[in-house]
């Protein structure tokens, strides 16, 4: 199979591949003001679901595709024990958060993480986000600009653009992400459970990829449908050029998700200054699969 192939009949923006293969901010209203600690409310009164832990600067993570804020559960452990302040937000339709019957583009989605940033009055931020979340971080800091950010980390993102265009012949056609979507709406849990494979390593527990897969399962099929449509179709290459703080850009070369050649190397190569980590041997999942030296890494980064 041709990656292009791979890429766009696998895609798992963030998740499970096919086993076969400094601008000026936008204004916004005001956000709703939350009912609980760990709400926050977005520009149209959804309410986002918030982890917050830990004491010190602050790192805010946006997550994967399907996945909710659970999956950073070992990154909050290491940085909160590393005295990191570590939030970590569900994005609209994701766990914990609402599920209403709009809002999924990336305009939205990066509104959302503006909701979060503001309600919560942060500053000198270290975005983190991993693949589609990836994405949310670019368009956010292209949209809202950068002025409460420090820094920012793009784990194998989906970045900066996946459709096939007459300016963006390396992308993937449109047909092979229908044929996806077709998957899903006959039987979206037999995707996940058959697509699984490329997404972490061999020597992955089957219970760590079971907390995964059961992530992914639990959004519903309406919403992984509607945040992938929004993903594909976001040309994201200006956005990079507006980034203006240090980025790095974290990446292996076995991603079948998201192959590095088609996202990972486009996108360090399109922000100034920014960094381009290989991770030789890793796959989508390597936030979990390659863990340790992730950790470290991002935390070297973090500190320089």
């Known amino acids: 199979m041709q990656r292009r192939q791979i890429i766009a009949a696998g895609f798992g923006l ?83 958060s609402d599920v209403p019957a709009s809002g999924y583009d990336m305009d939205t989605f990066a509104d959302d993480l503006a909701a979060v940033i503001d309600t919560l009055d942060l500053h000198d931020v270290i975005l983190v986000g991993h693949s589609a979340g990836g994405a949310e971080v670019v368009r956010y800091l292209g949209r809202h600009g ?12 989906v970045t900066p653009y996946l459709l096939q265009t007459p300016d963006n012949p390396a992308g993937a056609p449109q047909a092979y992400f229908d044929a996806t979507l077709a998957q899903w709406a006959q039987d979206f849990p037999k995707w996940a459970y058959d697509n699984t494979a490329p997404f972490v390593t061999p020597g992955t527990s089957p219970g760590m990829v079971a907390w995964l897969r059961d992530q992914l399962i639990a ?47 486009p996108t360090a190569a399109g922000i100034r200054g920014a960094e381009l980590k290989v991770y030789e041997g890793a796959p989508h999942g390597l936030f979990v699969t390659h863990m340790a030296q992730v950790n470290r890494d991002l935390e070297a980064f973090i500190r320089a």
């Not at 950068?146 to 993102?157: C, D, E, H, N």
Request: net charge positive; aromatic share 6%.
């Open 14 to 96: 963030a998740t499970l591949a096919p086993a076969t293969g400094g601008s000026a901010a936008t204004s916004s209203a005001p956000c709703p003001a939350p009912r609980s600690a760990n709400e926050v409310r977005a520009k149209d009164a959804t309410r986002l679901f918030h982890r917050d832990w830990g004491e010190g600067p602050v790192i805010v993570f946006a997550a994967s595709w399907a996945m909710s804020s659970e999956m950073w559960a070992y990154q909050v452990a290491h940085f909160s024990d590393a005295g990191f302040r570590c939030i970590a937000y569900d994005r609209r339709g994701h766990g914990r």
């Open 146 to 157: 950068t002025a409460r950010v420090r820094k920012a980390v793009l784990i194998a993102p």
């Open 219 to 265: 959004t519903p099929v309406t919403v992984a449908t509607a945040t992938m449509r929004a993903v594909i179709a976001k040309d994201l290459r200006a956005d990079l050029a507006r980034i203006d703080r240090p980025v790095l850009v974290m990446h292996g070369t076995k991603d079948a998700s998201a192959p590095i050649d088609l996202t990972g190397r």
